[in-house]
Structure formats: structure tokens, C-alpha cells
């Protein structure tokens, strides 16, 4: 699978861990050494699903305090507790527990013989609210704050005890589920859904997504540049991040925590050179359930960075234990070239190339239980209210839509709204408004969840010049140098549809906008230069010019991609700030 983006952790340590190496498949435990028994809470003696039952090889020693060599089996325990897992025979093992939020069990050093089935029931606790303390085994060179490291240790080894269980509820296929994946085409600035496809099935649990194996991953890293110039980018998976190579090649942090989440930080060790990835795995603050893992790029092969690059990877728990991939996004940028500028001085011309982001491509999807929380369960109702960018007026005749869902409402004079029939789950709550339609963009966007026959409320504050400046111009601020103009051409009705109108233009089209420049430089002497962009006509009908100079006479031709030049209209740019202008019908040349 594939994404890009960049972060930096706090407070990095490199710890070695023993991390989990699960077998290919389920042990066959007709014949052969058997371990076997019941995990249950200590307190209430009532048994306890979805623990992480191993038998590891322990190394000759005095059996006072074993470090464990290996993990020969794995399986979570089901609704009634039990477990069983195959064991080498005569070789010395020892049996750990492991129940997230729980400090870890582990049992004397054991031996069972060929064919002997040993019984071992464990008791746990149940509920424990506090970090378990785990032992780190070696020291790092990454650096950090000795009282730190014992926590993130901590942290890591509950994290680690989720991606365990998410992959042995896979590999022993614990339950089944509608799973639905997406693809789709982003616009550049908000993000808005350009074009999609889905896709689903029901079947017994299966991978979302599947990564290269980590050790590939950590000789090539997590993008390559293929023979025909595309680029291929990989995401993690739980092995990957479960696999000693991923432990080894990074460095361990503690997030800033938030108000219900705690997290560890990872990045690559400070020799790594290829592109490798960093992020954050976010836990529960008060049951330390791991939430999600998000991740970006580093050292990423392309000219152009961006923040909203990235992707993320959600985890969930059912009542049997089973863990499970929820949903998981994977956004990149699909990079062009274009001519930014030329100048003419003194019959010369010269011309420069310029990156740009024309879109992004998002994979992603969601994993929907049948034998949990029911897909098809009981819809939900979501009301709310649309205002404008100060909080004060509402915004009536706004398009409200779920992206990627179907059906759309439209605000009343008052702002409100309702949409109906809505299966639970996290969403885009999108809005759309001919005034931010002007601009091509998105009115407001917000990530909201939506319970299983849940009545819910929103409020939505429409966005602001500030942030309409971060979208069109990558700045919330414009220089006292400089203007940012918005141009919208001529729309035509189609007489077809009462409530849209099309721009006449043609795909592909750009707008070339030129200028005098001035400069003196000597008692008599002033030179004069012609300066030009080239702006492409985008999905809304209009471009923006975000490097103007203010007060000056800017000249426009419309041009097809073969160079004809069409309409022509001049406008003089504000004295500051941004300014959208509609360009009335003009006549055409050369067509």
C-alpha cells in the first residue's frame, strides 16, 4: 500500500524489545505436546476472552528470572477463556499472559514431554488501570531522559499486545465481516472527492491491506522509484510493526498527550537513508487499548511537501476478544509540472518549470463485524446548523452532504439541516456554498462519528479568510508585496438544468496573465519588463494568482493547450489583500 508525509516524535530512545513473531498458521494440535487451560480474573474468578496466550523457548539458565529466546505458538482465548497451543516436546518453555492495561503473566519454566498434554490455568486481573511496568533490556543510542524510557516501554508493550491479537484474530479467522474499500481522487486544496469507486464482501476476516515483509521494507524502505518513473510507497501493517526490523530501525518516543489519548512517538534512526516512515501510536489515556497509528514520510522521493500526505490505521476490540483493523485511510499527492513564469527583456525569454500538486489519490475502507456491531443495524439522524465565517449570521442555500455517501440536503434560511437513514460510522460531513464554490473550495469539512441509531447534533462554522489563504496559497497571510487575486470566468446556463451553470471553457485551457514591471536605475534610465504566468483553468472554473502585484494592469488571454488564444479581458489587481473577480463575456480572437 502506498502514502507520504513527515513528523518529528519527542523525546526518541531506541528500545529492544522482543517483538512478536507469529507463525505462519495455526498449530495442529491433533497429536504431539499440548498446553492447555483457562485464563481468569483473579477477583471474580470469571474467565476473560481475547488475552494473548504464548509459549516461548526459555534458554538454559537457573529458571530464577528467565529472558525469553523465542515464541514458538500464540492464540487468543475465546468468550470462555480457554486456550490451547502447541509446545516442543522436552524442550524448556515458558507460558506468558498478556491482557492489555495488565501487567504480563509468565509461568515457571516448564517441560512437557512427547505427547503429554499440560494443563495451566492462569488468573489475571481483569481491570487495571494503571501502566504495567516492563523492563527495558538494553541501553539505546538514540538518547533520551532515563525516566522516560521505562514508560514508553510500557506504552510499547500494550501497543504491541494489540497488533499481536489484531494478527492472530486474522490468522485463526475469529469472526466474519462486510469489508468495503474505496478509491478516490481528492482535489488539491480541500480535499473535496473528485471521483470514487467502492468496492465490498463479506467474508471471514481478512487482511484490509497487506504490506511488503519488513524485511524488505527495511532494505528498500517504504518507497522506490519504479523503471517507468511512478513511484510505489508502502504502509505498515501489524507484522510490520510488530517484526524486530521495525524495532531496530527506529526510535521511540512519548507524544504530547491529549486530553483522552496518550501516544508513542516513532522515526528512523538518524543512519537510515532510504525513505523510511514516523508517527504516532495513539493509546486509550485511562484502558490503554491501542486507538490508531498514524504515519507519514521521510525522505520521500518527490519535490513537493505536504502535511495532508499521509495515512492512518484504526484498531477496534469486540466483546470476544477478537481485535481488528476499523478502518484505515492512505493519502499521496499525484505530482505535474507546469510553466510558472517567463520574461521578455530585450527580446529574450526565459521560462521555469514548477511542481505542483494536481490532486490526491486516497485508498481506504472499513471493516464492519457481522457479529458485532451490525452494519445494517438501526440508522441513524444527524441535525445541525450551518453559519458563516464570524459565528454570527447563518448560511442558508449550502449543499450538505457525508462524502463518499449518497443523498445531499440544503441548508434553510436559518442554516439548519437534517440528513437521514445514516449508518454508524466516521465520516466527512462536507459543505458546499456558491460563495466558496467561486474559489474552489469546500465550505466547511468535519470529521464526525455517527452512532448505530443515534440522533446527533453539529454545529459548523464556515472558514475564514485565513484559512481560505492556506488553501489557495499555502500562507494564512498575504506580503505587503504582493496581491492574491481570484479569477472566475464567464458562466453560460444549460438550459437543461434550471440550478447549474457550466463555464465555457475547454480542458485543458489555461489563462496567461502579463504585466509591466518597472525599474529605475539611473537619472534618465528606466527598464521595463513584461511579466507572465500561466495559470491552468481548474474544476471550478477560474484561477488563482497568488504572487500579484498590487495596483498594476494585468492583461488576461484564455489559451486552448495548443497556444490559440480565446477571450481577453483586463483587470486591475487591489491595492491589498485578496479579491475574487468575475470576468464578464468577452469577445474571442483566433478561434
Known amino acids: 500500500m502506498m502514502i507520504t508525509g513527515l513528523r518529528r516524535g519527542e523525546r526518541p530512545v531506541r528500545l529492544r524489545l522482543l517483538a512478536a513473531v507469529l507463525l505462519a498458521g495455526t498449530p495442529a494440535l491433533a497429536s504431539g505436546q499440548v498446553v492447555r487451560g483457562v485464563v481468569r480474573d483473579v477477583s471474580s474468578g470469571a474467565p476473560l476472552a481475547g488475552v494473548v496466550v504464548s509459549v516461548e523457548r526459555a534458554p538454559v539458565g537457573d529458571g530464577r528470572a528467565p529472558s525469553l529466546a523465542g515464541r514458538v505458538a500464540a492464540s487468543l482465548t475465546n468468550e470462555r477463556g480457554e486456550f490451547e497451543l502447541a509446545a516442543p516436546a522436552s524442550a524448556r518453555i515458558v507460558v506468558t499472559a498478556k491482557r492489555i492495561g495488565v501487567r504480563q503473566y509468565q509461568s515457571p519454566i516448564l517441560t512437557v514431554g512427547p505427547g503429554e498434554t499440560r494443563a495451566l490455568d492462569i488468573g489475571l486481573e481483569g481491570v487495571q488501570y494503571a501502566l504495567p511496568a516492563v523492563t527495558i533490556s538494553a541501553a539505546t543510542p538514540c538518547g533520551t531522559r532515563t525516566a522516560d524510557r521505562g514508560r514508553i516501554a510500557a506504552l510499547w508493550a500494550e501497543a504491541s499486545a494489540a497488533l499481536t491479537a489484531s494478527e492472530l484474530s486474522l490468522r485463526d479467522r475469529l469472526f466474519r465481516a462486510t469489508i468495503t474499500r474505496y478509491r478516490r481522487v481528492l482535489a488539491p486544496r480541500a480535499l473535496a472527492v473528485r ?72 522515526q528512523p534512526v538518524r543512519q537510515r537513508r ?22 507519514r514520510y521521510t525522505n520521500f522521493p518527490l519535490p513537493v511537501v505536504d502535511s495532508r500526505t499521509g495515512g492512518e490505521v484504526h484498531f477496534s476490540r469486540l466483546a470476544t476478544g477478537a481485535w ?16 510558472y513564469a517567463s520574461v521578455a527583456r530585450e527580446g529574450t525569454r526565459a521560462s521555469s518549470q514548477r511542481a505542483y500538486i494536481a490532486s490526491f489519490s486516497e485508498s481506504g475502507g472499513r471493516v464492519d463485524p457481522v457479529d458485532g456491531p451490525a452494519p445494517h443495524g438501526a440508522l441513524a439522524t444527524l441535525n445541525g446548523r450551518v453559519v458563516d465565517s464570524t459565528g454570527k449570521s447563518a448560511l442558508p442555500g449550502a449543499r450538505v452532504s457525508l462524502v463518499g455517501m449518497p443523498g445531499t440536503t440544503t441548508t434553510a434560511l436559518d442554516g439548519a439541516f437534517r440528513l437521514d437513514s445514516l449508518p454508524h460510522g466516521t465520516y466527512t460531513l462536507s459543505v458546499d456554498h456558491p460563495g466558496y464554490s467561486r474559489l474552489g473550495l469546500t465550505a466547511v469539512e468535519q470529521e464526525l462519528e455517527i452512532g448505530e441509531g443515534t440522533s446527533s447534533i453539529t454545529l459548523l462554522q464556515a472558514i475564514g479568510t485565513p484559512q481560505i489563504l492556506r488553501q489557495l496559497c499555502g500562507s494564512e497571510h498575504v506580503p505587503d508585496s504582493n496581491v492574491v487575486v481570484r479569477l472566475v470566468l464567464p458562466r453560460s446556463t444549460d438550459r437543461d438544468t434550471v440550478h447549474d451553470t457550466v463555464h465555457d471553457t475547454m480542458p485543458g485551457s489555461a489563462l496567461h496573465l502579463s504585466w509591466a514591471k518597472t525599474r529605475v536605475i539611473g537619472p534618465r534610465d528606466v527598464l521595463s519588463q513584461t511579466m507572465a504566468v500561466d495559470l491552468v483553468i481548474d474544476a471550478a472554473g477560474g484561477v488563482t494568482a497568488c504572487e500579484l502585484p498590487p495596483a498594476k494592469l494585468v492583461r488576461i488571454e484564455e489559451r486552448d493547450r495548443d497556444g490559440t488564444v480565446g477571450r481577453q479581458w483586463e483587470v486591475r489587481t487591489p491595492e491589498a489583500g485578496l479579491v475574487v473577480v468575475e470576468l464578464l463575456e468577452s469577445r474571442r480572437t483566433g478561434r
Not at 481488528?324 to 510553466?339: G, K, L
Open 195 to 266: 471521483e470514487e469507486s467502492r468496492e465490498q464482501r463479506r467474508s471471514v476476516t481478512e487482511h484490509a491491506f497487506v504490506s511488503f515483509p519488513a524485511e524488505s521494507l527495511a532494505v528498500i524502505g517504504y518507497a522506490r522509484l519504479l523503471d517507468d518513473s511512478t513511484i510505489e510507497h508502502f504502509a505498515p501493517d501489524a507484522k510490520v510493526l510488530l517484526s524486530s526490523e521495525f524495532v531496530r530501525d527506529h526510535c521511540f518516543g512519548l507524544a504530547t498527550p491529549r486530553e483522552t489519548e496518550i501516544g508513542i512517538t516513532f
Open 274 to 295: 532510504v525513505t523510511d516512515i514516523e508517527g504516532t501510536m495513539w493509546l486509550d489515556a485511562r484502558s490503554y487499548e491501542l486507538r490508531r497509528v498514524e504515519f
Open 324 to 339: 481488528y483493523v476499523s478502518r484505515w485511510f492512505m493519502r499521496v499527492p499525484q505530482v505535474e509540472e507546469r510553466p
